[in-house]
């Protein structure tokens, strides 16, 4: 089966953290600014994650080798001598 390609445009927008959550840039802060009031600007300010079933949709149409996968938890073998 060939590789899926990643979307550019979602490589650029989207940030994947270790535990598997994706980071977005804050919307209203492109241009307009001296029309908002400052307290709308800074709480614009920065990262946010994105909600989870939005999350979901990234992950598996745009960006499919960010995805983490969930893996069973070990379970220590206890020797028996």
Not at 46 to 74: F, I, W
């Amino acid at each position: 089966m060939p590789k899926m390609k990643t979307k550019s445009g979602a490589k650029k927008r989207f940030r994947v953290t270790a535990s598997g959550k994706v980071k977005v840039k804050q919307a209203k802060m492109r241009h307009m600014q001296m029309n908002k009031p400052k307290s709308m600007k800074r709480k614009a300010k920065g990262m946010t994650t994105m909600c989870q079933a939005d999350e979901r949709k990234v992950l598996r149409n745009y960006l499919p080798y960010s995805r983490k996968t969930r893996k069973a938890p070990k379970v220590a073998a206890t020797q028996e001598a």
